[in-house]
């Protein structure tokens, strides 16, 4: 799988998350609820502050490497943080790894960590992310970075 070595600047990320496991299909099921309750449940709506209309999959407090526990946040980049309260974290200035891909929001992603956990990176399991570029309509063909904390 091609990607790119890029350098980011620090991003402010809210939204809702939880604690999960990639262990017996658990993240799956979790992040699904947590893109659900994003979008239908309108706290995408209420996120004030918004730096443009992309959606961040976070994962971040890695307990390890990916077959650990971790923080999963359904959200989007902020230029300050909200004082409603809303969940916050940051994602770190550094060195990632960046990866893109179109497809289909659940599949493709889901196809592209599947490899992504197969490749010999010097990962950091600090702080990685996707970042929906939101250019289309169409669920089935959507544009994605996926970016991976590197040493």
């Known amino acids: 799988m091609k990607y790119e070595i890029v350098e980011l600047e620090e991003k402010i990320v809210e939204g809702i998350g939880l604690k999960t496991t990639n262990e017996n299909g658990k993240a799956m099921q979790d992040i699904g609820k947590m893109w659900q309750m994003f979008f239908a449940d309108g706290t995408y709506e209420k996120i ?79 702080c990685d992310f996707e970042e929906y570029q939101n250019n289309s309509e169409d669920m089935q063909n959507q544009e994605i970075h996926i970016y991976v904390a590197l040493n």
């Open 48 to 126: 004030e502050n918004k730096t443009n209309k992309k959606a961040i999959g976070l994962y971040t407090d890695y307990e390890g490497d990916s077959t650990k526990p971790y923080y999963f946040m359904a959200g989007c980049e902020v230029e300050k943080k909200s004082v409603k309260g809303e969940g916050t974290k940051i994602i770190p200035k550094g060195k990632y790894a960046k990866f893109v891909i179109t497809g289909d929001v659940k599949n493709s992603v889901g196809e592209a960590w599947g490899k992504i956990w197969n490749m010999d990176l010097d990962r950091k399991y600090s």
